[in-house]
């Protein structure tokens, strides 16, 4: 389905295009955001002001980054939902959270600038945006422009994995989204997905295999930096603090998990990426939500991951982080396990096959022990508060 704005003509005028892809990420992003504002209006949003306007300003420009067939376009959305973020990150205030959200906005405008570099590039060689007649002309590019098409191509790479995440781009991520309000978080779970997103979209449309003298552009690069990405964030999990901090972790994780399948380019790995993607997001967001009711349940101990008195509704939020537990591991039934098995039969016959089953395994048994301990110290090992008073 192609809608042409102001009913010009493509490759002239603005389009958006919903494809099973779009579709996919927009479903998505549309159930994430219910289970957000429903948790949101339990007081999240009262703590700062525009929650609300803010939030359906994220929504838009995750949306329209999803549905544009223009790379201008795609700048322009990546804008959008970069300015509610940033509203969104500071909302409620607090020294940590400004001190992570100064962090964020910095290492963002960085990526907004060489985005518009790249886009002005291709234009200036190519005289077009659309990613659909990129994808032509890109295809026909004379040796003489060669050099510059590639460096546009890597620019937008170096922009895309800013925004999902990506070694070594990836430091901003973990404050940022450990000291923002659960229900941003929880929206922000998807908002890594647009850089991934982008990668697949744009480098197998443009720089596919059918690109000419630019195909595969990224072939070398991607999936050892998401092996790399997948591991570093895992060890980010094993030595986390508290629950919050984890599960930002989790995030960088599992977006190297999902950017190891677009890295490995067969049909299959796609789609166990693709599989992978909403099951990774949707666990990511609730081990979020469940971090705040924990924390609120804690009191002065909050999420840290040391021993407290026991908490009220104890065994309902143990079971939930138990299930939410088993889902992020990859343990069977739930849905992580299909995309970690899907993912392990993608990678045989591949170069990388050794890589990739050893690291997704050991990362897999890694997330298992560090749950386990979270899950031990946030529940099991508890306290009375008279403890300290019998034992003076």
Same mark, same amino acid.
């Given at each position: 389905l192609v809608y042409q704005l102001g009913n010009w003509v493509a490759p002239y005028g603005i389009v958006l295009v919903v494809d099973r892809l779009a579709a996919w990420l927009l479903l998505t992003t549309a159930l994430l955001a219910v289970f957000a504002l429903l948790y949101a209006i339990r007081g999240s949003d009262t703590q700062g002001r525009h929650f609300h306007v803010l939030f359906q300003l994220q929504l838009f420009g995750l949306n329209g980054a999803f549905l544009t067939g223009d790379l201008f376009n795609l700048f322009v959305f990546f804008e959008i939902l970069l300015l509610a973020s940033y509203g969104l990150l500071l909302h409620g205030g607090g020294r940590q959270r400004v001190k992570a959200g100064l962090h964020f906005v910095v290492i963002n405008l960085v990526g907004s600038t060489l985005f518009l570099f790249a886009v002005g590039t291709l234009y200036g060689v190519t005289g077009t945006l659309n990613m659909a007649d990129l994808a032509v002309k890109l295809a026909a590019t004379p040796p003489d422009n060669l050099a510059l098409v590639q460096s546009a191509g890597l620019l937008l790479f170096a922009v895309f @994995?800013?925004?999902?995440?990506?070694?070594?781009l990836y430091l901003w991520l973990p404050a940022a989204y450990a000291h923002t309000s659960a229900p941003v978080a929880a929206l922000f779970a998807i908002m890594t997905k647009v850089g991934a997103y982008s990668i697949l979209r744009v480098y197998t449309l443009m720089f596919g295999g059918d690109a000419g003298p630019v195909a595969n552009l990224l072939d070398p690069w991607l999936a050892p930096l998401a092996l790399a990405t997948l591991t570093l964030?895992?060890?980010g999990v094993v030595a986390s603090t508290a629950l919050r901090q984890q599960a930002a972790y989790l995030v960088v994780a599992s977006i190297g998990s999902l950017l190891? @399948?677009?890295g490995l380019g067969s049909t299959d790995a796609i789609a166990a990426g693709l599989y992978y993607l909403p099951?990774?997001?949707?666990a990511a967001a609730a081990l979020f939500l469940l971090a705040d009711s924990i924390s609120r349940a804690r009191g002065e101990f909050a999420d840290r991951f040391e021993s407290g008195p026991e908490m009220p509704g104890a065994r309902v939020l143990g079971g939930l982080f138990f299930v939410?537990?088993?889902?992020?591991a990859g343990l069977p039934p739930l849905s992580g396990f299909l995309g970690k098995f899907m993912l392990l039969k993608a990678a045989l016959g591949s170069p990388l096959m050794p890589w990739v089953w050893s690291v997704v395994l050991l990362t897999g048994l890694l997330s298992m022990i560090a749950l386990a301990r979270s899950g031990s110290l946030l529940f099991y090992r508890t306290h009375s508060p008279y403890d300290s008073t019998r034992a003076s």
């Open positions: @994995a800013l925004k999902a995440a990506l070694l070594p964030g895992m060890l190891l @399948a677009f099951h990774s997001t949707f939410a537990a088993v889902a992020i």
